[in-house]
């Protein structure tokens, strides 16, 4: 039931981090155009929306694993069971959201690495 919970809160985060950066791409089209049109190839700008999206993630990550660390802790205070926080599942967590940001940032960064400059430049 943990390893389900987990899952979906992982495609859940997974989802809004795309969400994010597909108002990033709606938001910046007429930045990616102008890239374009001076010379960025699909690449580039796939490998720009791709980094944001994993930066994001891990930012999460981290913030949600001090969180938790903080809640184990306190928790552990006011009870006779332990806080074992180890640092290779802190890694292991972080990596994690690495990947779920590198997956859920795919769709987004194609959809920006597509994007016709004329067209771009041409939006407001």
């Known amino acids: 039931m943990l390893v389900g919970v987990v899952a979906l809160s992982l495609v859940v985060g997974g989802i809004v981090i795309m969400n994010i950066m597909l108002m990033a791409v ?13 010379g ?11 980094t944001e ?4 993630s891990i930012f999460g990550g981290v913030i949600g694993t001090m969180a938790g660390s903080a809640i184990a802790i306190g928790i552990s205070s ?7 926080i180890e640092p290779w599942s802190v890694a ?3 990596g994690i959201t690495a990947l779920v940001g590198l997956f859920f940032g795919l769709y987004p960064a194609m959809r920006a690495a597509r994007l016709d ?3 771009a430049l041409r939006r407001e």
């Open 26 to 38: 709606t938001e910046r089209t007429r930045e990616i155009g102008l890239r374009k049109a001076l």
């Open 78 to 84: 006011v009870t006779p069971v332990p806080a074992s």
């Open 53 to 56: 999206s994993v930066v994001l």
């Open 40 to 50: 960025a190839r699909r690449s580039d700008i796939m490998a720009q929306m791709l």
């Open 92 to 94: 292991l967590g972080i």
């Open 117 to 119: 400059p004329i067209e």
